[in-house]
C-alpha cells in the first residue's frame, strides 16, 4: 500500500524554525513534530514508510505569493517525492497570471468569501 502524506507544510532552512514556532502559536500552542524543512519531512517520513508529500505553505499576505510558489516549485524538482501545492492569497493582483505561470500546481487559496471563490472559478 501507498502512503501519501497529504499535508505537509515545507519552509526554506533560513525561516524554517520561526515559521513553525509561528504556526504554533497561531493554533495556541500545538506541539510542533518538526521544523518544516524538506530535508527533515523527507527522513521522518522516510521512516514512516511515507512515499509522497503534498507539499504547500500559505501565503499570509499577497506579496509571499510568488516567492512562496518558486520555493515550492523548485523543491518539487529537486525531490521527486514532493507533489507540490502552489498558494494565493484572495488579495493577489494577477491570480490569472500565476496560475498560468507553472499551469502544473494545484493552488491552495487562504480563506476567501463564496464570492471571491466564485470569481477566481470563473476566470480559470
Request: glycine share 4%.
Amino acid at each position: 500500500m501507498k502512503i501519501i502524506d497529504a499535508h505537509s507544510h515545507i519552509f526554506p532552512q533560513k525561516i524554517a524554525e520561526k515559521a513553525t514556532e509561528a504556526i504554533s502559536r497561531f493554533y495556541e500552542d500545538i506541539e510542533m513534530g518538526h521544523m518544516g524543512c524538506s530535508e527533515e519531512l523527507l527522513k521522518a517520513g522516510s521512516e514512516a514508510g511515507v512515499e509522497k508529500y503534498l507539499v504547500f505553505s500559505t501565503a499570509t499576505v499577497p506579496e509571499q505569493v510568488r516567492s512562496i510558489n518558486d520555493f515550492i516549485m523548485s523543491e518539487a524538482a529537486i525531490h521527486e517525492e514532493f507533489i507540490p501545492l502552489g498558494t494565493m492569497h484572495r488579495d493577489f493582483d494577477d491570480f490569472e497570471e500565476e496560475i498560468e505561470r507553472d499551469g502544473k500546481t494545484f493552488r491552495r487559496f487562504s480563506p476567501i468569501s463564496a464570492e471571491e471563490a466564485e470569481k477566481i472559478i470563473n476566470t480559470l
